[in-house]
């Protein structure tokens, strides 16, 4: 099985969930930064897992993004220099693989990212393989609470299993 885990990280908290996901599906499965997942990349995958934080209630918007890069040296830097995972979605081709969605966030918050990233996989023919995660982080910029990157790794070995 090729697997991917695709993801979007200001801070660092998703892109550790994402590299605990892909240990678990298996040493086959790659972490993958939006820049990284190229059509190219991903044109084989059987599984693609994408996810991102949840900033200001939503998947990040282009405009959330603008507004943290203008406002550098209030906050610790996010890391923007990769494209944001709604317009990775927005560009993913066709494919016939399976998927899922996840999102880090606070514990109580409302809104969601995850419907985002689920619509966009679904829109490109990659169908749900399981229901969407959530990792819970501690503080606005983390850390993640403890125990979320050994839930996430179980959740790989999880969709592994699912995918047969
Ligand atoms: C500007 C900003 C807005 C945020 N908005 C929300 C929110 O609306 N709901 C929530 O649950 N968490 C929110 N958070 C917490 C982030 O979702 C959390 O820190 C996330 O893990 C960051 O992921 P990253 O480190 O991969 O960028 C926010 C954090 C920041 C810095």
Redesign the pocket.
């Known amino acids: 099985m090729e697997a991917v885990v695709v993801y979007e990280?200001?801070?660092?908290?998703?892109?550790a969930i994402a590299r605990a996901i892909a240990e678990g599906i298996g040493p086959e499965a790659r972490a993958l930064t939006t820049t990284e997942a190229t059509g190219e990349a991903i044109a084989n995958a059987d599984l693609i897992v994408a996810g991102a934080?949840?900033?200001?209630?939503r998947l990040p918007t282009e405009k959330?993004r603008e507004s943290?890069r203008a406002n550098r040296g209030r906050?610790p830097a996010?890391d923007l220099s990769n494209p944001s995972m709604r317009s990775w979605l927005a560009a993913l081709p066709a494919g016939h693989g399976r998927s899922a969605g996840f999102e880090?966030?606070?514990r109580w918050?409302p809104?969601s990212a995850t419907a985002a990233i689920v619509r966009g996989l679904e829109r490109a023919g990659y169908r749900l393989v399981a229901k969407a995660h959530r990792f819970i982080?501690k503080g606005?910029?983390?850390p993640l609470r403890d125990g979320e990157i050994e839930r996430a790794r179980q959740w790989g070995a999880e969709l592994a299993k699912a995918m047969g």
Do not use: H, K, Q
Not at 53 to 57: D, I, Q, S, T
């Open positions: 990280s200001l801070w660092g908290n998703t892109a934080p949840l900033l200001a209630f959330v943290l906050e996010p880090t966030r606070f918050s809104g982080v606005t910029y983390g």
